[in-house]
């Protein structure tokens, strides 16, 4: 407990110590608000509900900066910048944008993109209007210390009506230099009435370097608009990534969020949608894959605060070895939100012994004309399955490996774009028993 | 209040149509609960003294229990020392050819058959095509006969009142009464231990598929009694069997006690379906009258992929109180639970069931269906408990609640306690008005409202009368359906 | 003589006042957009129109082919050929899709003096309708849009207009919440429907949906009263000034 409350005092001296220079009152504001709430609560304790499974020990006890420069990339990093086909690319590395691997002069119709920094520069513009104004800070501390430290991030806006076929691609490398280095992207994307975007966000970083990844993306989806996010985790082995996706979904509107959580030391992400408007819907779909010695958390808070709104949530796991995973999922059903129809499922699969899943599924309600369905089920391979397959003549590693693909398979289908399923479908293949056997059968 | 809604609420509003009351010559206990009363009770049945003794402790423990309170129903105390343990009709056929004609004659007018080679009441077809169905019809606290026993007996399947089995098979009877719902297992329970008068019994041998449908009719007649049935179903290695219970009573201003305990046994491989359609009054508009239903009913799997399915639709009572269970100790042994709960007027009903996994792979399956109207109060309680020893045990359990009105309540307990990391469990849970919206999406489209009604009603009932045996779900369907005959004005 | 007159139609909700004069004169053959902000009373006009019990009728006169349909129950005005769009299409858990619409073609068949159908030709008109919304066959056998998605839901309410063959559709907000696939879905499916014994009143909160269903006039709704008729034109207009110019017209 003593650490922590240094760490906080760390961190707090880092956050006076900053270039105020460029910064817009109301920005250093809200940024000071933030650092306040931070300071005040300091990192949580196992004693915090929605912090008591969270494995912090070693974000807590380091002292993460922001690097002063971007490292180098080695080759394997070059190898995984793009993925998606098609896409405008958008490249941070070690946090800090790099321009020259990106193509934000490359934008489609009805697609602005801004850098943070020149976004905080508008008056009353979008950033004023959203930034740091939906998502509280106090209900999370890296969300707090995210707009405190933040100085690189984007600003997305969809013009009214549009939908540009192109997804946007954004990558955050994590360099091998980036030992105690803290990314603190920001993201804020705007979608304006009736308008359509995708936008795929992907954390990879080099292995044996301990940094920590710690990005928040608000979604601000006005009237009848639609986003849909991928999240797409595969940090180094020593990396923590601690992420909040905050989206505020208005009348009509849908949201659809796809996470994958696939290595990094310490993996958490925090999904909240609040449905703000008659008729909003949100998809949520997670697959974590935990290796051996890692961790991996899933929370969401789906809030129905409107009538009308739907909302379904589908989160497998797949764990090796000595690992461990949460799934913690609230559906919060507001008094007046009526017809509300929402869903909530998780599955895990352990594929050891020592493998441990929690899942939490929670649900308030408070209305009384309401469709609120939850699963939740944890369990290792069905050996009569297993046991089938052998008799047909498949070895007992292959049958293991065909099932558990089998199991996560489903989630991958969910995938709308081609390219970023075919990577993760490697990323899956990789973790299973008898990985070439499976590659064969399929 | 909306047109659509007002049509609906006058489903809330229907008569009971078996209120009636036989006039018939009865001998009573007088009313009261003592040890005398429990000995007078044994004596009246001709018991041998280890029953006696069995019913005095159950007495004593009795005496030492408290009323339950935690259940979410509103009632006076029950006066126990005002109902009468016993009452029976004066003669004693000997055989169902001497059963009084007036008997005979309300259970007609109940629709139960007690000739043999007739079905049960509902749907007109053919006489060839009728199901054979063996009734066991209880008049307040005696079995006045029981159908297609001889028939029966050739498989050596014993099916009788518990009267008769006490007298004619001890050895069954000392073996399993009381093993699955033990004689202090709560208030209830052990007041049915010491004064329970008749009830089923039924013992399926080993391998035996039970060739017809078995059925036991209890009838409440006589005034200031309860009737505390006592029934007890063992199915041997590989037996199945499937039983049915209906349950009706006069109308009458006085709350009447209806305490009863079900057993049931499933060995390895055996398979019991017990289904109920209890109709007992339900009390007035008011809430004055009805039966206080108060019932201990548990099944246990006790061999190796052994299955217990309870279904029940529940019209009646003004007090419901029951959650039928499931032990699962076999491994790879099966639990179900389908329930439809209808509450109108001012019922109440706290009901639910308890799912117990101790074997390994053992699994079960919930699905409750409530209605409530007018000013009633339904609650859902549901227990899955999965012990350290059951690996592998999964459950499935899905509980909807449809109100009519704005003055009704439904409330969804759903208790989980698991204690084995592999369990696995799915819930679903919803909450719905039968809507206006519904309503007018249904004529919006040409149906009109009698049909509109009686279509969202089945479909919400579905899964469940899906369960019943056929001619039960016509039953159950047509009990629904009079209860809607009304809402079109 | 219209299909579809409204004269000075007045209805309350609660006591509150929600159309206050609404006039509409719709022919055969014709598709017209309603467009207005959140609460002008454009659902609520939809919904009288067709007979919501919810809303209580205090003036004024709706014909359909010349009748009166005013006293009309719903299932009477459906049978009558008008047909609804719900904006939340409901729910019916346990009645199949096909149950469902065969109840209702028999219930409109019966008000004609018709027999009722023939399973074996429902079923092959049914499948030839499916085809022009692209809806998956699976669905006839589930419950009526229990467990749907947004989009299915509403290419399910446009199936069942293809199926019921209406004289008179009217859409509510068919369009809202739709991605833009499943709105070419349903617009097809509507535009495949338009003929010359038919009329169509859209409803609509966006402006989108008209680039795919072209009106032939479009009524502006503010506060319970039509501020605007005019041309497709009309819709582009308000796309690019918003109604506040109506707004404030009316306010003065």
């Given at each position: 407990?003593?650490?922590?409350?240094?760490?906080?005092?760390?961190?707090?001296?880092?956050?006076?110590?900053?270039?105020?220079?460029?910064?817009?009152?109301?920005?250093?504001?809200?940024?000071?608000?933030?650092?306040?709430?931070?300071?005040?609560?300091?990192?949580?304790?196992?004693?915090?509900?929605?912090?008591?499974?969270?494995?912090?020990?070693?974000?807590?006890?380091?002292?993460?900066?922001?690097?002063?420069?971007?490292?180098?990339?080695?080759?394997?990093?070059?190898?995984?910048?793009?993925?998606?086909?098609?896409?405008?690319?958008?490249?941070?590395?070690?946090?800090?944008?790099?321009?020259?691997?990106?193509?934000?002069?490359?934008?489609?119709?009805?697609?602005?993109?801004?850098?943070?920094?020149?976004?905080?520069?508008?008056?009353?513009?979008?950033?004023?209007?959203?930034?740091?104004?939906?998502?509280?800070?106090?209900?999370?501390?890296?969300?707090?210390?995210?707009?405190?430290?933040?100085?690189?991030?984007?600003?997305?806006?969809?013009?009214?009506?549009?939908?540009?076929?192109?997804?946007?691609?954004?990558?955050?490398?994590?360099?091998?230099?980036?030992?105690?280095?803290?990314?603190?992207?920001?993201?804020?994307?705007?979608?304006?009435?009736?308008?359509?975007?995708?936008?795929?966000?992907?954390?990879?970083?080099?292995?044996?370097?301990?940094?920590?990844?710690?990005?928040?993306?608000?979604?601000?989806?006005?009237?009848?608009?639609?986003?849909?996010?991928?999240?797409?985790?595969?940090?180094?082995?020593?990396?923590?990534?601690?992420?909040?996706?905050?989206?505020?979904?208005?009348?009509?509107?849908?949201?659809?969020?796809?996470?994958?959580?696939?290595?990094?030391?310490?993996?958490?992400?925090?999904?909240?949608?609040?449905?703000?408007?008659?008729?909003?819907?949100?998809?949520?779909?997670?697959?974590?894959?935990?290796?051996?010695?890692?961790?991996?958390?899933?929370?969401?808070?789906?809030?129905?605060?409107?009538?009308?709104?739907?909302?379904?949530?589908?989160?497998?796991?797949?764990?090796?070895?000595?690992?461990?995973?949460?799934?913690?999922?609230?559906?919060?059903?507001?008094?007046?939100?009526?017809?509300?129809?929402?869903?909530?499922?998780?599955?895990?699969?352990?594929?050891?012994?020592?493998?441990?899943?929690?899942?939490?599924?929670?649900?308030?309600?408070?209305?009384?004309?309401?469709?609120?369905?939850?699963?939740?089920?944890?369990?290792?391979?069905?050996?009569?399955?297993?046991?089938?397959?052998?008799?047909?003549?498949?070895?007992?590693?292959?049958?293991?490996?065909?099932?558990?693909?089998?199991?996560?398979?489903?989630?991958?289908?969910?995938?709308?774009?081609?390219?970023?399923?075919?990577?993760?479908?490697?990323?899956?293949?990789?973790?299973?028993?008898?990985?070439?056997?499976?590659?064969?059968?399929? | 209040?909306?047109?659509?809604?007002?049509?609906?609420?006058?489903?809330?509003?229907?008569?009971?149509?078996?209120?009636?009351?036989?006039?018939?010559?009865?001998?009573?206990?007088?009313?009261?609960?003592?040890?005398?009363?429990?000995?007078?009770i044994s004596a009246k049945k001709e018991e041998p003294e280890w029953m006696l003794e069995w019913r005095l402790e159950a007495y004593?423990?009795?005496?030492?229990?408290?009323?339950?309170?935690?259940?979410?129903?509103?009632?006076?105390?029950?006066?126990?020392?005002?109902?009468?343990?016993?009452?029976?009709?004066?003669?004693?056929?000997?055989?169902?050819?001497?059963?009084?004609?007036?008997?005979?004659?309300?259970?007609?007018?109940?629709?139960?058959?007690?000739?043999?080679?007739?079905?049960?009441?509902?749907?007109?077809?053919?006489?060839?095509?009728?199901?054979?169905?063996?009734?066991?019809?209880?008049?307040?606290?005696?079995?006045?006969?029981?159908?297609?026993?001889?028939?029966?007996?050739?498989?050596?399947?014993?099916?009788?009142?518990?009267?008769?089995?006490?007298?004619?098979?001890?050895?069954?009877?000392?073996?399993?009464?009381?093993?699955?719902?033990?004689?202090?297992?709560?208030?209830?329970?052990?007041?049915?231990?010491?004064?329970?008068?008749?009830?089923?019994?039924?013992?399926?041998?080993?391998?035996?598929?039970?060739?017809?449908?078995?059925?036991?009719?209890?009838?409440?007649?006589?005034?200031?009694?309860?009737?505390?049935?006592?029934?007890?179903?063992?199915?041997?290695?590989?037996?199945?069997?499937?039983?049915?219970?209906?349950?009706?009573?006069?109308?009458?201003?006085?709350?009447?006690?209806?305490?009863?305990?079900?057993?049931?046994?499933?060995?390895?491989?055996?398979?019991?379906?017990?289904?109920?359609?209890?109709?007992?009054?339900?009390?007035?508009?008011?809430?004055?009258?009805?039966?206080?239903?108060?019932?201990?009913?548990?099944?246990?799997?006790?061999?190796?992929?052994?299955?217990?399915?309870?279904?029940?639709?529940?019209?009646?009572?003004?007090?419901?109180?029951?959650?039928?269970?499931?032990?699962?100790?076999?491994?790879?042994?099966?639990?179900?639970?389908?329930?439809?709960?209808?509450?109108?007027?001012?019922?109440?009903?706290?009901?639910?069931?308890?799912?117990?996994?101790?074997?390994?792979?053992?699994?079960?399956?919930?699905?409750?269906?409530?209605?409530?109207?007018?000013?009633?109060?339904?609650?859902?309680?549901?227990?899955?408990?999965?012990?350290?020893?059951?690996?592998?045990?999964?459950?499935?359990?899905?509980?909807?609640?449809?109100?009519?009105?704005?003055?009704?309540?439904?409330?969804?307990?759903?208790?989980?306690?698991?204690?084995?990391?592999?369990?696995?469990?799915?819930?679903?849970?919803?909450?719905?008005?039968?809507?206006?919206?519904?309503?007018?999406?249904?004529?919006?489209?040409?149906?009109?409202?009698?049909?509109?009604?009686?279509?969202?009603?089945?479909?919400?009932?579905?899964?469940?009368?899906?369960?019943?045996?056929?001619?039960?779900?016509?039953?159950?369907?047509?009990?629904?359906?009079?209860?809607?005959?009304?809402?079109?004005? | 003589?219209?299909?579809?007159?409204?004269?000075?139609?007045?209805?309350?909700?609660?006591?509150?006042?929600?159309?206050?004069?609404?006039?509409?004169?719709?022919?055969?053959?014709?598709?017209?957009?309603?467009?207005?902000?959140?609460?002008?009373g454009k659902s609520t006009l939809a919904k009288v129109i067709a007979g919501d019990p919810g809303y209580e009728v205090t003036g004024?006169?709706?014909?359909?082919?010349?009748?009166?349909?005013?006293?009309?129950?719903?299932?009477?005005?459906?049978?009558?050929?008008?047909?609804?769009?719900?904006?939340?299409?409901?729910?019916?858990?346990?009645?199949?899709?096909?149950?469902?619409?065969?109840?209702?073609?028999?219930?409109?068949?019966?008000?004609?003096?018709?027999?009722?159908?023939?399973?074996?030709?429902?079923?092959?008109?049914?499948?030839?309708?499916?085809?022009?919304?692209?809806?998956?066959?699976?669905?006839?056998?589930?419950?009526?849009?229990?467990?749907?998605?947004?989009?299915?839901?509403?290419?399910?309410?446009?199936?069942?207009?293809?199926?019921?063959?209406?004289?008179?559709?009217?859409?509510?907000?068919?369009?809202?919440?739709?991605?833009?696939?499943?709105?070419?879905?349903?617009?097809?499916?509507?535009?495949?429907?338009?003929?010359?014994?038919?009329?169509?009143?859209?409803?609509?909160?966006?402006?989108?949906?008209?680039?795919?269903?072209?009106?032939?006039?479009?009524?502006?709704?503010?506060?319970?009263?039509?501020?605007?008729?005019?041309?497709?034109?009309?819709?582009?207009?308000?796309?690019?000034?918003?109604?506040?110019?109506?707004?404030?017209?009316?306010?003065?």
């Open positions: 407990m003593e650490a922590v409350a240094e760490q906080k005092s760390v961190y707090l001296q880092d956050f006076q110590q900053r270039d105020r220079a460029s910064e817009p009152t109301w920005w250093g504001t809200r940024r000071e608000t933030a650092m306040q709430r931070f300071e005040a609560a300091g990192f949580p304790s196992r004693k915090v509900e929605a912090w008591k499974q969270t494995k912090l020990a070693h974000v807590t006890q380091e002292h993460f900066r922001a690097a002063a420069s971007a490292g180098q990339l080695d080759q394997d990093a070059q190898s995984r910048l793009a993925v998606v086909d098609d896409a405008v690319r958008i490249v941070f590395v070690d946090g800090i944008l790099d321009a020259d691997r990106s193509q934000l002069d490359r934008l489609p119709d009805g697609l602005t993109v801004r850098t943070l920094a020149d976004a905080l520069q508008e008056s009353g513009g979008v950033a004023e209007t959203h930034l740091a104004r939906h998502a509280d800070a106090e209900a999370h501390p890296f969300l707090a210390l995210n707009t405190a430290f933040t100085t690189e991030g984007l600003v997305i806006e969809v013009g009214s009506g549009a939908a540009p076929a192109q997804p946007l691609e954004l990558v955050h490398v994590m360099t091998a230099d980036a030992g105690s280095v803290a990314a603190w992207p920001r993201v804020l994307i705007h979608g304006a009435t009736s308008s359509e975007v995708t936008v795929v966000q992907r954390y990879f970083g080099a292995d044996g370097t301990a940094y920590m990844t710690s990005p928040v993306t608000e979604i601000v989806a006005d009237a009848n608009s639609q986003v849909n996010f991928y999240q797409h985790v595969e940090e180094g082995d020593q990396g923590a990534h601690l992420g909040v996706i905050h989206a505020t979904v208005d009348r009509d509107a849908r949201i659809n969020g796809h996470a994958l959580h696939a290595s990094g030391r310490t993996v958490r992400t925090d999904f909240y949608v609040n449905l703000d408007g008659p008729g909003g819907d949100a998809t949520l779909n997670g697959l974590y894959l935990v290796r051996n010695g890692q961790f991996a958390d899933i929370h969401t808070w789906v809030r129905h605060n409107a009538d009308h709104c739907t909302s379904q949530q589908l989160m497998k796991g797949v764990l090796e070895g000595k690992s461990e995973a949460v799934f913690d999922g609230m559906i919060h059903v507001a008094r007046d939100a009526q017809q509300t129809d929402a869903d909530q499922q998780n599955r895990n699969l352990l594929l050891s012994p020592k493998a441990l899943a929690h899942s939490n599924p929670r649900l308030e309600i408070y209305a009384d004309d309401v469709k609120c369905g939850h699963g939740s089920t944890v369990g290792e391979l069905d050996e009569d399955a297993v046991l089938y397959m052998r008799t047909r003549g498949v070895s007992d590693e292959e049958a293991r490996g065909v099932l558990t693909f089998a199991f996560a398979n489903e989630m991958l289908e969910s995938v709308a774009l081609q390219s970023l399923r075919e990577y993760e479908r490697e990323a899956l293949l990789s973790l299973l028993p008898g990985e070439e056997a499976v590659r064969k059968l399929l | 209040m909306s047109a659509s809604n007002e049509t609906i609420e006058q489903v809330t509003r229907k008569g009971y149509e078996y209120g009636f009351v036989t006039d018939i010559e009865q001998e009573y206990a007088p009313p009261g609960l003592n040890e005398d009363i429990v000995r007078f004593r423990g009795w005496l030492e229990m408290e009323h339950p309170d935690w259940q979410k129903v509103r009632f006076p105390p029950v006066d126990f020392q005002a109902i009468s343990y016993y009452a029976a009709p004066k003669a004693k056929p000997k055989s169902l050819d001497e059963v009084d004609p007036k008997l005979l004659e309300t259970y007609e007018k109940l629709g139960i058959p007690m000739h043999e080679r007739e079905a049960l009441l509902g749907v007109e077809r053919p006489e060839e095509e009728k199901p054979e169905v063996a009734v066991d019809a209880v008049f307040d606290s005696v079995s006045v006969g029981t159908t297609y026993q001889a028939k029966l007996k050739e498989q050596g399947i014993i099916f009788c009142s518990m009267s008769e089995a006490v007298r004619d098979h001890p050895e069954l009877v000392k073996k399993y009464l009381g093993t699955v719902v033990p004689r202090k297992d709560n208030f209830f329970a052990a007041l049915n231990s010491a004064v329970f008068s008749d009830g089923s019994f039924v013992y399926i041998p080993k391998g035996v598929k039970c060739p017809m449908e078995l059925s036991t009719y209890f009838r409440i007649n006589a005034n200031h009694t309860g009737q505390f049935e006592r029934t007890l179903i063992i199915a041997e290695e590989g037996a199945s069997v499937s039983y049915l219970e209906g349950c009706t009573a006069p109308m009458r201003d006085e709350n009447q006690l209806h305490a009863a305990v079900v057993e049931l046994i499933a060995l390895d491989d055996a398979d019991i379906k017990y289904s109920t359609v209890q109709n007992w009054y339900p009390g007035d508009e008011n809430g004055v009258g009805g039966i206080y239903n108060f019932v201990t009913k548990r099944g246990l799997c006790a061999g190796k992929r052994s299955k217990i399915a309870w279904t029940q639709v529940e019209t009646g009572s003004a007090i419901t109180w029951k959650y039928p269970s499931c032990v699962l100790k076999g491994d790879d042994s099966v639990g179900e639970f389908y329930s439809v709960a209808v509450t109108r007027n001012r019922q109440q009903a706290d009901t639910g069931t308890k799912m117990i996994h101790m074997g390994k792979n053992t699994k079960s399956t919930i699905v409750a269906k409530g209605i409530s109207a007018g000013e009633a109060d339904q609650t859902y309680r549901g227990l899955v408990r999965v012990n350290p020893t059951a690996s592998g045990a999964r459950n499935y359990s899905q509980c909807d609640s449809m109100l009519i009105g704005d003055k009704c309540g439904a409330h969804t307990f759903p208790y989980i306690d698991i204690q084995h990391p592999s369990a696995q469990l799915e819930h679903e849970a919803t909450t719905s008005k039968i809507s206006d919206e519904q309503m007018f999406y249904c004529q919006q489209r040409g149906i009109g409202t009698e049909e509109a009604v009686s279509l969202i009603v089945n479909g919400f009932c579905k899964d469940v009368f899906k369960t019943l045996p056929m001619e039960f779900a016509v039953e159950a369907q047509k009990l629904l359906e009079v209860t809607l005959e009304d809402s079109v004005g | 003589m219209a299909l579809l007159e409204i004269r000075n139609l007045h209805a309350t909700v609660e006591g509150e006042e929600i159309l206050k004069g609404i006039n509409l004169s719709l022919n055969t053959g014709e598709v017209h957009a309603i467009m207005g902000p959140n609460g002008s004024g006169e709706v014909l359909l082919d010349g009748k009166d349909i005013l006293e009309m129950e719903p299932e009477e005005r459906a049978r009558e050929g008008m047909f609804l769009g719900f904006q939340y299409p409901v729910e019916i858990p346990g009645v199949s899709n096909t149950y469902f619409l065969k109840a209702a073609a028999n219930a409109i068949r019966k008000h004609r003096g018709e027999p009722e159908v023939d399973a074996a030709q429902f079923l092959k008109h049914v499948r030839e309708r499916m085809e022009l919304v692209q809806m998956d066959e699976s669905l006839l056998k589930r419950p009526v849009n229990a467990g749907f998605s947004g989009g299915e839901k509403k290419r399910n309410e446009i199936f069942q207009m293809a199926v019921l063959e209406p004289r008179l559709a009217i859409l509510d907000e068919t369009d809202s919440g739709l991605d833009i696939d499943a709105l070419r879905t349903v617009s097809h499916g509507v535009n495949a429907l338009r003929s010359d014994d038919r009329g169509f009143l859209l409803i609509t909160h966006y402006q989108r949906l008209l680039n795919y269903i072209v009106p032939d006039t479009v009524h502006v709704m503010v506060d319970g009263r039509i501020v605007k008729s005019g041309g497709k034109e009309l819709a582009e207009e308000l796309e690019a000034s918003g109604y506040a110019m109506f707004e404030e017209g009316t306010a003065a």
